[in-house]
C-alpha cells in the first residue's frame, strides 16, 4: 500500500469518526440523565481527538514526497 492509497483509509476513517460524532452529539441534546450526558461527553471528546489524528495523518501520508512540505516548519531553528 502507498502513502497515497493511506490518505485515502485515514479520511475515510475520519469520515466515519465524523459521522459517530455527530450521531453522538444529536444523542446527547435528547439526553436527560447527567450521568449519561457525561458519558456522552466524554465519548465525543475522545473522538474528537482521534478525528484531529485522523485528518493530520491522511495530510501527512498525502504530502510527505511533496518537496518543501515540512509538517512542524514552525519548531526549526
Not at 33 to 39: C, E
Amino acid at each position: 500500500m502507498t502513502l497515497m492509497e493511506l490518505s485515502v483509509e485515514y479520511r475515510a476513517h475520519a469520515r466515519s469518526l465524523d459521522l459517530r460524532i455527530y450521531q453522538l452529539e444529536c444523542w446527547l441534546e435528547r439526553t436527560e440523565d447527567p450521568d449519561a450526558r457525561n458519558q456522552l461527553q466524554e465519548r465525543i471528546k475522545l473522538l474528537a481527538t482521534m478525528l484531529r489524528e485522523a485528518r493530520e495523518l491522511a495530510v501527512l501520508t498525502e504530502r510527505y514526497y511533496d518537496r518543501g512540505y515540512r509538517r512542524n516548519a514552525k519548531y526549526t531553528i
